[in-house]
């Protein structure tokens, strides 16, 4: 697996990814370089996940960088909701704060009937319960909600079957330390290299094993900056804003991609919100 220059989602076996670095001017450029080195990659999940599976944790991910970038293209999405933070604090049961969050949600621009494939939930009751997640981070740290700061995903899931947990459990073979001849610097290195050896071939042999079970997939490597998909998916659904004809083809692929990724499709059969 490996990590593209453009910003892109890739994984190995995946199909190619296309820059769109090369449409930009050499100001959004050098703006897009700024924003690349300041911002790390979200490789935070796991190497193969289970699409299938309910709130699985890619789906988790992809929601929660779209909405954070969402708050950096629309600065109405975290001032909006910043500003719910006093009747939160005062009354979580307030409908008064259900219907200011579902007039925030609205800003989101997804159709009503939406529904997120695998979580059987309509999507303005994920981001309902999104955004109360994200006013219990606020309450709690000033500073996050200070920038608009999205909570960091927690860890979603444990072993729980015993045939994966036995598959992917990893005992090194004991090592003898043979302390009359051999000096403990050279038993170090020799332990090392050994112990590496083993465990670069049983990781290769769980990753192969894994890869052959239909339920897994490798997970897709994340990265956020202003050519990504995830920004233009922001963009489009959020702002409506359109690609150039030149680069349109680039992002709407990458765009689907992201919004499959999400368990949604808002685009099919729909105008755009916003700009024409």
């Not at 001017?25 to 289970?50: C, H, M, P, V």
């Not at 600065?75 to 006093?86: D, N, V, Y």
Request: aromatic share 10%; glycine share 4%.
């Amino acid at each position: 697996m490996y990590r593209s220059r453009s910003g892109c989602l890739e994984a190995k076996g995946s199909e190619e990814w296309i820059s769109i670095n090369q449409y930009m001017s050499r100001s959004e450029r050098k703006e897009n370089q700024r924003r690349l080195t300041s911002q790390s990659s979200a490789d935070t999940i796991g190497e193969f996940y289970e699409p299938a599976n309910a709130r699985n944790a890619v789906r988790l991910e992809m929601w929660r960088l779209f909405v954070a970038e969402g708050f950096k293209i629309n600065t109405a999405l975290g001032s909006t909701l910043r500003g719910l933070l006093p009747r939160y604090t005062q009354d979580l049961a307030s409908p008064a704060l259900d219907k200011a969050i579902n007039q925030w949600i609205q800003l989101f621009n997804f159709p009503a009937s939406l529904i997120i494939e695998g979580e059987r939930i309509f999507v303005s009751e994920f981001l309902s319960r999104l955004a109360i997640e994200i006013l219990r981070y606020w309450a709690r740290n000033e500073r996050a909600a200070k920038h608009f700061a999205v909570p960091p995903r927690p860890a979603m899931w444990t072993w729980v079957n015993a045939r994966e947990e036995e598959l992917s459990t990893i005992t090194f073979p004991p090592v003898t330390w043979r302390f009359r001849v051999e000096k403990r610097n050279e038993f170090e290195r020799r332990t090392a290299e050994e112990q590496k050896q083993f465990l670069a071939e049983r990781l290769d042999e769980i990753e192969s094993r894994l890869a052959a079970m239909e339920r897994f997939e490798r997970t897709p490597r994340i990265r956020i900056n202003d050519s990504s998909h995830i920004h233009w998916a922001a963009r489009i659904q959020i702002l409506g804003d359109k690609p150039r004809e030149s680069e349109r083809a680039a992002v709407m692929k990458g765009v689907r991609h992201v919004f499959r990724l999400m368990g949604v499709n808002p685009m099919k059969k729909r105008g755009r919100p916003g700009k024409k």
